[in-house]
């Protein structure tokens, strides 16, 4: 099964820095129809102005992963950790048993990110953080940027979680193909572009629900940036 949910019809917050929308209830914004999928808890959409960001808060028992999808995004945290991360890139924290962060924008333009909550399967671990950067030219194939799957070969960012995050570009035209394993489920955005998943079609930052598909038939209607979420039902 196969479910899009529009763009315009996401959660809305915005102030003087921070234009987001919710795919999931967060916040202010609660849909009791829309909890998460799985595992998957959080998927916000946020646009960060420039030299703002999010001040110094706590978070545990959570692993939280950031997309940059435009600018960059600078980490400061409890443990002393200090990062940026730029388009394309990806941060991984692993908040368990407790962590304080911040997260800014230090750019001179707007910065775009991706922020995924994954509910961990491990709890009660010592907090962490840490950024990968990837090849930028990942064009007709998802590449596995974080993940914490059985099996798991350590050539991805660790995930305290029985899920990964996948990402990629399809050019136009193209079409490429992902498994998911029995009992699990998927979450798909098209960062740009308009895709088509097993004859269903999704635009631009629509959230595609997978539900019981085990092969994934992804088309590029134009050149698309796909993230795709991969958890334990």
Same mark, same amino acid.
């Given at each position: 099964m196969i479910q899009v949910e529009s763009f315009e019809k996401l959660g809305r917050f915005r102030n003087a820095w921070l234009n987001a929308r919710h795919h999931f209830s967060? #916040?202010?914004?609660h849909d009791p129809a829309r909890m998460g999928v799985g $595992? !998957?808890? @959080?998927? =916000?959409d946020d646009e960060i102005a420039p030299n703002t960001g999010f001040d110094p808060h706590p978070h545990r028992e959570m692993e939280i992963i950031t997309y940059v999808r435009? #600018? $960059?995004?600078?980490h400061q945290d409890s443990l002393g950790n200090e990062g940026r991360t730029e388009a394309g890139d990806v941060q991984v924290m692993h908040a368990g048993t407790g962590i304080t962060? $911040?997260?800014y924008n230090r750019e001179s333009t707007p910065t775009r990110i991706f922020q995924i909550w994954i509910t961990p399967n491990k709890k009660g671990v010592k907090p962490g953080w840490g950024a990968r950067s990837f090849p930028k030219q990942r064009a007709d194939q !998802? !590449? @596995?940027l974080a993940d914490g799957r059985e099996g798991a070969d350590g050539s991805a960012l660790p995930l305290y979680a029985d899920g990964a995050v996948l990402a990629g570009t399809i050019s136009a035209g193209q079409t490429?193909?992902?498994t998911l394993a029995p009992g699990r489920v998927g979450y798909l955005v098209a960062a740009?572009?308009?895709?088509?998943? =097993?004859?269903?079609? $999704?635009n631009t930052r629509d959230g595609v629900t997978i539900t019981d598909e085990r092969e994934l038939v992804i088309s590029a209607d134009t050149e698309s940036e796909i993230v795709l979420v991969d958890v334990a039902a």
């Open positions: 967060f #916040g202010g914004h $595992a !998957l808890r @959080v998927w =916000n435009e #600018g $960059a995004i600078t962060h $911040a997260e !998802l !590449l @596995v490429i193909r992902q740009t572009g308009s895709v088509t998943i =097993n004859g269903v079609k $999704a």
